[in-house]
C-alpha cells in the first residue's frame, strides 16, 4: 500500500491535514457561498424540533459530521457553522474546553462542548431509544461509540503530524488500528441478526461505526477492500432515512 500516494489522491478527507488547516469536502458549498452567508449554512431539511441548534466545528467533516449525520438522520434543521482558524482564535476561549465542535442552542444561551457528549445528548433528545432501548443494550452502543472514538484517535496522529516521517509514522499505526477495528465489527456484524451493530434497530453507534468506516476509506482505502460484511453494512447504514439524501451528495464512494 503506498500511502503516501492514497494520502494525496483522496481529497475529501478534512482530517487530513493539520486543523485548522484542512482541506474541505468537494461537496460543500464554495469558499465564494461561504463568505457571502458568513460561513452559516443551514441544512436544508425538514423542520421537525423547534429549538435552534448551532452546531460550531471548522470547515471539515472530522468530529462534527457524526453530529451533522445525528441531525440529518432526524431531519433537524441546525446552523451549519463552519469557522475559519482566524474565527476560531477569536472564540476558543468562551469554548467550553477550548475546542471544537461545540453545540450552541437558545441563542448561546447553552453551550456543550465534547463531541461524543454533544452526540448522546441528541440522540436521547431526537431519537427515541437511539441510545438504545435497554440498559445493555444502551451500554453495548456506548463500546461501539467509543472503540470508534479509539480509532479515530490514531487517525488524529496521521492528521497533525509535525512532518512526513511523523505522518508516515502515523499511518503505520493508523493501519495497525484500523484492521483490528474492522477485524471487530465485521466479528459483531456477522453475530447480528439485524444487520444493525447494537441489537434489532439503528442506534448511535450505527452511526458511529458507519462513520468510522468511513475515516478508513478516507485515510487506508486499501484496508476495505474484500471486505463484504463491513462494505454491506456501509451501504446499509449510508442508505438509513435522513442520511442517505446527505451521503450521496456529500460523500462519494468508489467502494459500493
Ligand atoms: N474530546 C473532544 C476533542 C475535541 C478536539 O480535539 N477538537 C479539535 C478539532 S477535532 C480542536 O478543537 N482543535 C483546535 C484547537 O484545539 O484549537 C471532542 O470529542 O470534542
Known amino acids: 500500500m503506498q500511502k503516501g500516494l492514497l494520502l494525496v489522491s483522496h481529497n475529501t478527507d478534512p482530517w487530513i491535514k493539520r486543523l485548522p488547516f484542512i482541506r474541505r469536502s468537494s461537496s460543500v458549498v464554495s469558499r465564494k457561498e461561504i463568505n457571502s452567508e458568513q460561513r452559516r449554512s443551514v441544512s436544508e431539511t425538514r423542520m421537525s424540533h ?11 467533516e472530522g468530529r462534527g459530521e457524526y453530529i451533522r449525520l445525528i441531525f ?5 434543521q441546525f446552523d451549519d457553522i463552519r469557522l475559519t482558524a482566524a474565527e476560531w482564535e477569536k472564540k476558543k476561549a468562551s469554548a467550553p474546553f477550548e475546542s471544537l465542535p461545540i453545540l450552541e442552542m437558545d441563542n448561546g444561551k447553552k453551550v456543550l462542548g465534547d463531541s461524543i457528549a454533544i452526540a448522546r445528548y441528541l440522540s436521547k433528545t431526537l431519537g427515541e431509544g437511539f441510545l438504545g432501548k435497554t440498559k445493555l443494550d444502551a451500554a453495548r452502543g456506548d463500546m461501539f461509540v467509543y472503540a470508534t472514538n479509539d480509532m479515530f484517535g ?3 496522529g496521521v492528521t497533525y503530524a509535525k512532518d512526513e516521517t511523523d505522518k508516515k509514522e502515523g ?4 493501519e495497525a488500528a484500523g484492521k483490528k477495528y474492522l477485524k ?3 466479528k459483531h456484524l456477522k453475530a447480528s441478526k439485524s444487520g444493525f451493530i447494537v441489537g434489532e434497530y439503528m442506534t448511535w453507534a450505527d452511526i458511529f461505526v458507519m462513520y468510522g468506516i468511513r475515516v478508513i476509506e478516507q ?3 486499501g484496508l476495505l477492500k474484500k471486505q463484504k ?3 454491506h453494512y456501509y451501504e446499509k447504514i449510508r442508505s438509513q432515512e435522513g442520511i442517505r439524501e446527505y451521503v450521496e451528495e456529500k460523500w462519494p464512494t468508489d467502494l459500493l
Open 171 to 174: 499511518m503505520v499505526k493508523f
Open 154 to 156: 490514531s487517525a488524529m
Open 219 to 221: 485515510f487506508d482505502a
Open 229 to 231: 460484511t463491513i462494505l
Open 184 to 186: 471487530n465489527i465485521e
Open 72 to 76: 440529518h438522520h432526524f431531519k433537524t
Open 50 to 60: 423547534h429549538k435552534s441548534y448551532r452546531l460550531v466545528y471548522f470547515d471539515a
